[in-house]
């Protein structure tokens, strides 16, 4: 027994590449061949809805679209074509519709026999990158499709049952892919997708129809918790100013505050910053606060020593320590850096002036 895995073409010459799996093979043995009937269909129908895809393509994007490319298996089917931008969703929806409606049509997928020139002048497109013969083989599905294959074809296209696409991409310049499927792996699909919104609507507590309101609901409750804890970190960073007061040190005749919080993020430190820096009525600020491996670094001079020392110079000096990059105006200046360098600012922070 030799199962077969693939197959291609030499000259006029069908090679089967596959795997002895049972007894000898040998030089004018006669062989019995079986074909997977099933993965045969699976694939056929791939290979037939390919057609009309390319056809649907042309009619939605125009006609500089050309096929760049194909594979076709018992699964799926992938596309490539040559068009400049990506396929938008609206575009996607009305190509899968013009193929579905061809599939409903269930017109006989038919096939004649005649010359590349006959052929050509009726118009059809040649696909697959095939080497023509003076005779060439035409199909045509209804007014929809007609373009030169020799492969393996459904004999009505509603035997596709259905087409689904799962993916657009772009794979080059100028090139996009689509992968689609049909047949029971359509089916399989739309299963998935329904599964999908079922889970999805019962973690919402929702079912199908109010789904959408639910996400959307959710999602404006989100924004505003955020916009809540916003205001509670305000407030908190607020409250501490007060206590933050009492570490104040001198340094060469000039009011310091270099201090770190916990769980404040970048907005509230430079509010905090700024209350700090009008209750010194003169004086430098720096503030630290890390959240997420990242830490933040504010720093605040009032306009009196600006001259002297300047916010921007302290935060790319910390910021280098910490690996990260910040600066700004003289009285204000802000940056960040890594979580784990933070340790290297414990005895490092001097400030001179
Ligand atoms: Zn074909």
């Not at 061809?102 to 005649?114: C, D, L």
């Not at 959710?218 to 607020?238: G, V």
């Not at 910390?318 to 990260?324: H, M, N």
């Amino acid at each position: 027994m030799f199962s077969v895995a693939d197959c291609s073409k030499e000259g006029k010459h069908h090679l089967h590449h596959g795997e002895v799996t049972e007894g000898v093979l040998q030089l004018d043995d006669v062989v019995v061949t079986e074909v997977d009937a099933g993965r045969r269909q699976a694939t056929a129908l791939n290979h037939s809805a390919t057609h009309l895809l390319h056809a649907a393509l042309r009619n939605v994007l125009g006609e500089h679209v050309q096929q760049k490319g194909s594979l076709v298996d018992a699964e799926r089917l992938r596309f490539d074509f040559s068009h400049y931008e990506a396929v938008t969703d609206e575009q996607l929806e009305q190509i899968e519709k013009l193929v579905n409606e061809q599939i409903r049509t269930n017109v006989a997928v038919e096939t004649e026999i005649m010359s590349i020139d006959a052929a050509k002048e009726m118009g059809a497109m040649a696909l697959f990158g095939e080497k023509y013969d003076a005779d060439v083989r035409v199909l045509s599905m209804g007014d929809f499709s007609l373009e030169l294959c020799g492969g393996t074809h459904a004999s009505r296209t509603g035997d596709i049952g259905l087409f689904r696409i799962v993916s657009e991409a772009g794979i080059a310049a100028g090139v996009r892919r689509i992968e689609a499927v049909t047949g029971a792996n359509a089916l399989s699909y739309v299963d998935e997708t329904d599964a999908l919104v079922a889970e999805v609507a019962a973690i919402l507590k929702g079912s199908r129809s109010n789904l959408l309101d639910k996400v959307k609901q959710l999602s404006e409750r989100t924004r505003q918790l955020e916009k809540e804890l916003e205001r509670a970190n305000a407030r908190l960073a607020s409250a501490q100013s007060g206590d933050l007061l009492s570490q104040v040190q001198q340094v060469n005749g000039i009011a310091v505050l270099a201090t770190h919080l916990e769980g404040a993020d970048p907005k509230s430190l430079r509010e905090l910053m700024d209350q700090l820096k009008n209750k010194l009525g003169s004086g430098v600020v720096v503030l630290m606060a890390h959240s997420d491996g990242k830490v933040s670094v504010v720093a605040g001079v009032t306009k009196d020593l600006t001259s002297r020392i300047k916010a921007g110079d302290l935060v790319r000096e910390l910021a280098l320590i910490l690996g990260g990059k910040g600066g700004g105006r003289p009285d204000m200046a802000q940056g960040g850096g890594q979580m784990q360098l933070l340790f290297r600012l414990h005895c490092s922070v001097s400030l001179s002036c």
